[in-house]
């Protein structure tokens, strides 16, 4: 992003990094709470346009981003780098013993996966999605084994704004969890990104624009 003119401000919020390992702050599932005090933040103490922040969040972050966008209007666009429609679903047949349990029970504050999987419900888009009002871009890989193609296309047709979507198939790279084995491929939604926060404000959209990309090898 700052390679295409963007500042970017790089936030460990609840469940993430340092809030989580060294101030044991669990995630929540109303994040737009901690997004909108990051912006309220960034207004006061960057020299930034308030008007041209966009928010941009990668694994279960995707479902971060998106439920903070619809309830922070003040984001200019969002880009969902790997979708989320519900973490509940994702997590309610895996077994107690997932490689990835005691992670996820770290993250939400959690003793143990019943635990996990009751708090869990609360993640979900579900009623959520028609609030997001500004232009929105989804990238997700079709082999992605964490977060499910799946919930890519129904949070897509969730939507009600504008919107984009690149979903990289298998048969290619950067078809894995967010594209790890191949980050080029987030390319194109960066470079959407750069474009939604130099542009200037657009007049309210009188009907939904809707691009669904799949990335060929």
Request: with cysteine; hydrophobic share 40%; proline share 6%.
């Amino acid at each position: 992003m700052v390679e295409r003119g963007v500042s970017v401000l790089v936030v460990d919020g609840p469940g993430q990094g340092g809030a989580l390992r060294l101030n044991h702050i669990p995630t929540r599932f109303d994040y737009e709470v901690p997004a909108s005090t990051a912006l309220d933040w960034a207004i006061a103490n960057l020299p930034i346009d308030g008007e041209r922040v966009g928010i941009m969040a990668v694994s279960m972050g995707g479902y971060m981003a998106a439920r903070s966008a619809a309830y922070e209007p003040r984001f200019r666009a969002c880009a969902i780098w790997g979708a989320v429609y519900d973490y509940y679903e994702i997590w309610a047949n895996r077994p107690d013993d997932h490689p990835l349990a005691n992670i996820v029970q770290h993250i939400v504050g959690a003793t143990n996966m019943t635990e996990a999987r009751e708090r869990l419900k609360k993640f979900t888009m579900a009623g959520h999605l028609d609030k997001i009002k500004m232009p929105t871009y989804i990238t997700h890989g079709e082999d992605d084994r964490q977060n499910f193609v799946s919930h890519a296309h129904r949070v897509y047709e969730g939507l009600t704004c504008e919107k984009e979507m690149t979903i990289v198939p298998k048969e290619s790279t950067g078809s894995s969890h967010c594209n790890v084995d191949n980050f080029t491929k987030v390319y194109p939604m960066l470079d959407w990104l750069a474009d939604q926060l130099s542009a200037p404000p657009a007049a309210s959209p009188t009907s939904v624009s809707a691009t669904h990309h799949v990335e060929s090898n």
